[in-house]
């Protein structure tokens, strides 16, 4: 082979390996199933989800009616979604400095999370179009509406600001407090709610406002 062709042989060489899919690392497992779910991954059709069923980074996983989705991740945080949700495994890594973002389109989302993340500030947080909530070793739901995203505190701390840097305003959720985000705005301020009488917020019903939320402005 000449010189010529040699180096026909390498670009083309380095072409495939370029344009070869990456694999993505698998970082938890379907755990509890209820109704129906699926999930979305490299751009590829959807597919239905099954007990078991692997996890990956970069998943779209999407849920129906009356339907709930338990995911136990690698670290053994749980990621719970209620009907008509739609969620992103946009990063999770538990090696080196752990590091977990979870967006969430549509929804509800009740993360439990290890304390594998509580040694550093931030390092899991949960992101929707107009809030993101950072977290370590907290349990918390956040409810994203059309325009708004709730956060109420089940155990721990969670930090809540606007995903617009120009609006640098935080609030400091703990156990039994909750705010609402609405999109361009800063957070309201942290409103106590009686965790008993929330019920089960993954259950039936679209995402309407809770009680929660009504108390705190939300509408």
């Known amino acids: 082979m000449d010189n010529r062709n040699w180096l026909w042989a390498l670009a083309a060489s380095g072409l495939l390996l370029f344009a070869a899919p990456s694999f993505a690392k698998q970082v938890g497992s379907v755990s509890k199933l209820i109704g129906s ?5 490299d ?9 078991e069923a692997p996890i990956l980074v970069q998943d779209k996983l999407r849920t129906g009616r009356q339907s709930e989705l338990i995911i136990t991740m690698a670290d053994k945080s749980r990621l719970t979604l209620g009907e008509n949700s739609r969620i992103e495994i ?3 890594r538990t090696e080196g400095e752990p590091n977990g973002v979870i ?7 009740r993360a439990f999370v290890s304390d594998l993340f509580s040694s550093r500030s931030e390092s899991f947080k949960v992101k929707t179009p107009s809030a993101i909530a950072g977290v370590q070793g907290t349990d918390f739901i956040v409810i994203v509406h059309a325009r708004y995203t709730q956060v109420i505190v089940f155990e721990g701390m969670t930090v809540v600001y606007s995903p617009n840097p120009k609006i640098l305003k935080r609030v400091i959720l703990r156990k039994g407090q909750t705010s609402i985000i609405r999109e361009g705005e800063a957070p309201l301020p942290a409103t106590p709610v009686n965790l008993l009488t929330l019920g089960d917020l993954l259950g039936g019903g679209d995402t309407e406002e809770t009680e929660a939320g009504a108390a705190s402005g939300g509408g």
């Open 90 to 92: 946009s990063n999770y």
């Open 37 to 41: 779910a699926d999930v979305v991954r």
């Open 43 to 51: 751009d590829a059709a959807p597919k239905n989800l099954t007990l």
């Open 103 to 109: 967006e969430v389109a549509r929804g509800r989302l």
